[in-house]
C-alpha cells in the first residue's frame, strides 16, 4: 500500500481559521497522554496546568502580563511574515532594546521625572531598529538570507547583555552579583489594578496590537505587504518597492521586540539581568502563526502561549513536571498546527490496487 | 472502412471534484486518419487526450486499442503500444543537447552515436531537419517542437496526439508541419490533431469530433462544413466579430522606442538589439513574433518591471521613462496586462475586489494612507459588469475564477483606467472565443477614444483583426513597421523567420546551422 500526496482542489476557507484551534485541542490531547505516561492523574495535570494558574485575579494579571510581550512582539513580526521576510532575531532585538532602554534608567536613577519612562521605551524602540536593521541592510545590499542573519544575531545580543550585566552595567554595591542596580521608581511602569502585577506596559501592548490591526489590514503599505508576501511578481508589477517592504517588515519586528524589551525590565523584573526573556522572541513566532498572522487572532493565541507559560511552572511546583514541559507543549502546539496548515491544502490518499501496478 | 479502427473511446468519463472534464466521450480513428478534436480551452479535450496517453485515469469507459479493450497505466505503457503524444508545453532539458534530451525518453538506445544518426536520418526522412548535436537552449520554439516531435516518431507510432501544435509555428511551418504529419498518416499512423483553429482542421483533418462542456457535440467530417458550421457545433453560436473602423486622426507619440538594447536576464533568454518603434494616441501597434524571440524582455522593459540604463530610450507622452520603476510608468499614464495572470497580473488569495487596488490604487483609493474599501469594490464591480467577468461577487477569491474571466478582469482593471498608452500581451492567450471578443472590442474601444495600444501576440489571426500596423520581432530584432492593409500573412511569416530588411536572417545567411533553421520554401 502506498501513500500518495496530493494537492486539494479547493482548500477550505473555513478551515484556515479552524486550524490553531484544532491544533490546541490537538496538543491539549497530547499533553494529557503525555502527564498519563508519566503517572500523573490526567485530570489532576489538566487542572494543574491550565486551571490553577488563572482562577483568580491574581493569575490572570500574570497572564497577561506574560502575554504582553508575546503579542506586541507576535504583531510586529507579523508584518514581516505577511511580506514573506523572516525575522527570527526578535529575541536579540528585545534583548538590545533592553540594554539601550536600561542604560538610560542606570543613568537617571538618582533623578525623577516623567520624561524617564518615555525615554527609556524611545530608546528601547531605537535599540530594536538598530539590531533588525542589519538583517535588512545586508538583506537590501546583498542578498543575505535574513533568516540566517537575525538568527546569529540573537547570540551576539544576548551575550552583549550578559556581558555588559557582568561588567560595566554591575551594581556596584550588588555583592558582585551579575544585575544592574533596581531601577527608581520613576522608571518602573505603574501598577494599574489593585491586588495584581498588571502595570501600564501590558496596555501599551494591547495599544501596539490594535495600531498593527489598523496598519496590517487598512493601510496600503499593508496591502503592499500582503502583496509582496502573496505574489512577490505582482508586486513588481504594480511597482511596489521591495526594498523598502524588506526594511519595514524587518524593522517592525525590531520596534516591537526593542520596547517589548524596555517593557518587561521597567515591568516585572525592575532592573537589568542577564537573561531578560524566557524566549519570548522565539515563541512570539509560535505565536505569530497560530494567530493567523492577523493582529487579532495574535491577542488571542498570546493569551495561549502565555499560558502554557504559567502552566509550566505550576506544573514544576505542583506536579514535579520537568522544567522542559513548557517546550513540549509549545513544539507540540506548533507541529499540530502545521500538520493542519498542511492537511488543509493537502490531502493524503491511499493508493488502490490498480494504481500500484505502475 | 474495413479494418478494426486504431483506437475507439467508449463512454470516457473523468469528474474532477469541481467538474466534470468528459462526459461520456465516444470517438473512432481508422488506421492512417488525421483525426480533429475541436473544441474550446476548458472544453475537455486535454483531459481527454491524458486520458488516452496514460496520464490521468478515467472514471468511466473503455479504451479499445486495435480492437482490443485496454487499461492504459501510464505514459510508458501508452508508448510500448505506440501512442506518442507532442505536448503544448515542452519537456525539454536546455543544458542538454538534442540527442541526450531524446535518450531520455528512450527504453532502448545503444549508444548516444547510433541515436544520433538514427535522428538525423528519420529527421530528414521527415522533412523535419535538425542538428542532433545542438544544445535545446539555441534552438528556437519550433525547432523544440520538431524535438518533441521526434522523439515521437523515434519510436514508430501507431497513433500521435498533437496538443495545439501550430501555436508556436510561423505559416510557412505550419504548412511544412502539415506536410509531414500527411506523410506519416499515408504510412499508416493515426493521428489525433487537437486544435481550436477552425481553419487547420478544415485544411488537414479527415475527420472531426467537436467537443463543449465535456460532451460530444458533433462529428463531422470538416471538408463539408464551413468555419461558421465548425463554429456553432464548437461553441453554441455564430463566431463573433469586432466591429473594427478605420482609425481617426493619428494622436501624439505616446510610447517611443529608441534604439533599445538590453542583455536578458535569464541565461536562455533572447537579448534586445537596437530596437526603435513608437505608438501613437488612436492606433493599434501589434508585435507579431514566435515566443522566445524577445517578447519577454521588451515587455519587461517597457512595463518597468526591469528598468534600462539608457533614461530616454524609452519615453511615455514624451518623457524619459527608461530608469523609471512601474508605478511611476503608471502616472504617467501606462496600463499593462502582462500574459502570466495569476501571480503577476493578479495576486491568488485576494479577492476580486482587492485585486483592484493592485493598480488602480491612485484612483482615490488612498487617502492619507489608508485604503478606501468602498472605492475599491465599486471599482470591482463596475469592471466585472462592464467587461462580462463571470464570477459570484467581487468578494469571491480571484482564483475561483477561469482563465478567461481572470483575463477580462485584469484587461478590464487596466482599460478603467483609461490609459494613454495600454501594452497588452497574449491579449487572448487560453480565452474562450466569446471572452476574446469582449477583449479585442474593448482595446479597439480604447483606441478609438484616442490611447495608443500596443499588442503583443502569437496569433497571426488577432494581431490582423485588430491592428492598424504591425511589426515583427525575430532574435531580439523588431522590423519596420508595415500597415496592416499593406501586408499578408505570408508576408509577416517570413518576417517572423527573421527575414525582414536588417532582420537577423540576412546577417546570417552564411551560416549552414542558422540556414537551415531558417531555411523557407
Known amino acids: ?358 | 472502412m474495413n479494418t478494426t479502427p486504431r483506437l475507439q473511446l467508449k463512454g470516457m468519463t473523468k469528474i474532477y471534484p469541481s467538474v466534470i472534464a468528459n462526459d461520456s466521450i465516444d470517438m473512432t480513428i481508422a488506421p492512417g486518419e488525421i483525426h480533429a478534436v475541436l473544441g474550446e480551452n476548458g472544453a475537455g479535450k486535454s483531459t481527454l487526450m491524458k486520458a488516452i496517453y496514460g496520464v490521468v485515469k478515467p472514471d468511466k469507459g473503455q479504451i479499445l486499442w486495435n480492437g482490443e479493450v485496454v487499461s492504459i497505466q501510464n505514459p510508458a505503457h501508452a508508448r510500448k503500444l505506440g501512442i506518442g503524444m507532442v505536448f503544448q508545453h515542452f519537456s525539454l532539458f536546455e543544458t542538454l543537447t538534442v540527442t541526450e534530451n531524446i535518450a531520455l525518453a528512450m527504453d532502448d538506445y545503444k549508444s548516444l552515436e547510433t541515436l544520433a544518426s538514427r535522428i538525423k536520418n528519420v529527421s530528414e526522412e521527415y522533412g523535419l531537419p535538425l542538428d542532433p548535436g545542438r544544445l535545446v537552449h539555441s534552438l528556437s520554439v519550433g525547432l523544440r517542437q520538431r524535438v518533441e516531435i521526434l522523439r515521437c516518431l523515434l519510436q514508430q507510432p501507431k497513433l500521435l496526439i498533437m496538443d495545439e501544435p501550430t501555436s508556436v509555428l510561423t505559416p510557412q511551418a505550419v504548412r511544412k508541419m502539415f506536410e509531414t504529419l500527411r506523410r506519416l498518416a499515408d504510412e499508416g499512423c493515426s493521428i489525433l490533431y487537437i486544435s481550436h483553429k477552425l481553419d487547420e482542421i478544415m485544411e488537414l483533418c479527415h475527420s472531426a469530433t467537436i467537443i463543449r462542456g465535456g460532451r460530444v457535440t458533433g462529428y463531422a467530417i470538416p471538408a463539408n462544413e464551413t468555419a461558421s458550421s465548425l463554429a456553432r457545433m464548437m461553441i453554441g453560436k455564430e463566431l463573433p466579430v469586432c466591429s473594427h473602423e478605420k482609425p481617426k486622426n493619428l494622436g501624439s507619440e505616446y510610447l517611443g522606442v529608441s534604439n533599445l538594447s538590453k542583455s536578458s536576464a535569464d541565461q536562455f533568454g533572447t537579448n534586445l538589439k537596437n530596437i526603435s518603434f513608437s505608438v501613437h494616441g488612436g492606433e493599434i501597434l501589434g508585435i507579431a513574433g514566435i515566443s522566445g524571440n524577445g517578447q519577454q524582455e521588451l515587455l519587461y522593459a517597457l512595463s518597468g518591471e526591469r528598468p534600462v540604463e539608457d533614461n530616454g530610450a524609452i519615453t511615455i507622452c514624451g518623457d524619459p521613462v527608461g530608469h523609471l520603476n512601474p508605478d511611476d510608468r503608471r502616472n504617467r499614464g501606462l496600463g499593462f496586462v502582462p500574459e502570466e495572470r495569476l501571480g503577476r497580473g493578479a495576486v491568488p488569495g485576494m479577492s476580486l475586489s482587492d485585486n483592484a487596488i493592485l493598480t488602480a490604487h491612485r484612483h482615490g483609493m488612498v487617502k492619507k494612507g489608508l485604503l478606501k474599501f468602498t472605492k475599491a469594490s465599486d471599482f470591482a464591480k463596475k469592471c466585472i459588469a462592464d467587461f462580462a467577468v463571470k464570477c459570484g461577487s467581487k468578494d469571491d477569491p480571484i482564483t475561483s475564477l477561469s482563465g478567461g474571466n481572470i483575463q477580462k478582469y485584469i484587461t478590464g482593471r487596466e482599460i478603467q483606467q483609461a490609459p494613454k498608452l495600454l501594452i497588452v500581451s497574449q491579449p487572448t492567450w487560453g480565452v474562450d472565443i466569446g471572452a476574446a471578443n469582449i477583449i479585442r472590442q474593448s482595446m479597439i474601444d480604447l483606441r478609438n477614444n484616442g490611447s495608443a495600444v500596443l499588442v503583443v501576440s502569437e496569433e497571426l489571426d488577432e494581431l490582423f483583426e485588430i491592428c492598424d500596423r504591425l511589426i515583427v520581432i525575430a532574435e531580439g530584432h523588431v522590423s519596420p513597421s508595415v500597415p496592416v492593409e499593406e501586408t499578408s500573412k505570408e508576408e509577416i511569416g517570413l518576417w517572423m523567420s527573421g527575414m525582414f530588411p536588417g532582420g537577423p536572417a540576412e546577417a546570417a545567411v552564411n551560416e549552414s546551422e542558422q540556414g537551415q533553421e531558417y531555411h523557407v520554401h
Do not use: C
Open chain 1, 1 to 358: 500500500m502506498f501513500i500518495k500526496i496530493e494537492p486539494r482542489p479547493e482548500p477550505s476557507r473555513a478551515m484556515k481559521y479552524l486550524s490553531p484551534l484544532l491544533a490546541a485541542a490537538l496538543m491539549l490531547v497530547s499533553g494529557l497522554i503525555i502527564f498519563t505516561l508519566l503517572g500523573k492523574n490526567p485530570a489532576s495535570a489538566f487542572h494543574a496546568f491550565f486551571i490553577e494558574p488563572v482562577n483568580d485575579l491574581y493569575g490572570i494579571g500574570e497572564l497577561f502580563i506574560k502575554a504582553s510581550p508575546l503579542m506586541l512582539i507576535g504583531t510586529g513580526l507579523a508584518v514581516g511574515f505577511r511580506a514573506s521576510i523572516w525575522n527570527i532575531g526578535a529575541e536579540g532585538q528585545l534583548a538590545i532594546g533592553a540594554i539601550l532602554g536600561g542604560y538610560i534608567a542606570i543613568i537617571f536613577n538618582d533623578s525623577s521625572g516623567f520624561f524617564i519612562l518615555p525615554l527609556m521605551i524611545l530608546a528601547g524602540a531605537v535599540g530594536g531598529i538598530l539590531w533588525a536593521s542589519i538583517p535588512a541592510f545586508l538583506k537590501t545590499v546583498f542578498n543575505a538570507n535574513e533568516i540566517l542573519v537575525s538568527l546569529m544575531l540573537n547570540y551576539v545580543a544576548i551575550l552583549l547583555l550578559a556581558m555588559l550585566v557582568h561588567g560595566p552595567l554591575r551594581d556596584p554595591n550588588g555583592y558582585g552579583f551579575p544585575q544592574s542596580v533596581l531601577f527608581a521608581d520613576s522608571a518602573i511602569l505603574p501598577v494599574l489594578l489593585e491586588g495584581t502585577r498588571l502595570h501600564l506596559g501590558v496596555f501599551l501592548s494591547l495599544a501596539g496590537v490594535v495600531v498593527g490591526w489598523v496598519f496590517l489590514l487598512k493601510s496600503f503599505t499593508g496591502y503592499q505587504i500582503q502583496v509582496a508576501g502573496l505574489a512577490q511578481k505582482a508586486a513588481t508589477y504594480a511597482g511596489y518597492k521591495y526594498k523598502k517592504l524588506i526594511w519595514i517588515g524587518l524593522l517592525s519586528g525590531g520596534v516591537t521586540a526593542g520596547i517589548a524589551g524596555v517593557l518587561e525590565i521597567a515591568g516585572p523584573i525592575g532592573q537589568l539581568l542577564p537573561s531578560v526573556s524566557p524566549g519570548y522572541g522565539y515563541a512570539a513566532i509560535i505565536v505569530a502563526f497560530v494567530g493567523r498572522l492577523h493582529p487579532g487572532g495574535i491577542f488571542l493565541s498570546s493569551l495561549l502561549m502565555a499560558l502554557l507559560y504559567l502552566g509550566g511552572e505550576s506544573g514544576q511546583m505542583n506536579l514535579d513536571l520537568p522544567s522542559a514541559v513548557t517546550g513540549i507543549f509549545q513544539g507540540l502546539l506548533l507541529f499540530y498546527l502545521l500538520a493542519a496548515d498542511f492537511l488543509i491544502n493537502y490531502r493524503i490518499r491511499l493508493n488502490t490496487l490498480q494504481q500500484e501496478a505502475d
